[in-house]
Nanobody, 115 residues
């Protein structure tokens, strides 16, 4: 199983970024996917999750109405569209899946919101 995130960067408050996660090595369309984020010194925080077919999504209260998780099963990709970014969204963002009772993480992509 391999998860590779991309799309992070530096953005001003109020700006937007789209994160991508390329998945391989498992039956992607059969598994839910999750985005987490982590700030140094703090635990990883669940940001958004999406069901295997994409019909069910769930968000942390802190990002509801601003972030949108989506997936393309044909491309084995999961995305996180982040709008109206705030200083407190600064973190390393990770893609995650639970496959065969084992959790897999990507390497993370840094998102920095700064003026």
């Amino acid at each position: 199983v391999q998860l590779v995130e991309s799309g992070g960067g530096l953005v001003q408050p109020g700006g937007s970024l789209r994160l991508s996660c390329a998945a391989s090595g498992f039956a992607f369309s059969s598994y839910g996917m999750t985005w987490y984020r982590q700030v140094p010194g703090k635990d990883r925080e669940l940001v958004a999750t999406i069901s295997s077919a994409g019909g069910l999504t769930n968000y942390a209260d802190s990002v509801k109405g601003r972030f949108t998780i989506s997936r393309d099963n044909a491309k084995q990709m999961v995305y996180l569209q982040m709008n109206s970014l705030k200083f407190e969204d600064t973190a390393v963002y990770y893609c995650y899946t639970l496959y065969n009772m084992r959790g897999y993480w990507g390497q993370g992509t840094q998102v920095s919101v700064s003026s």
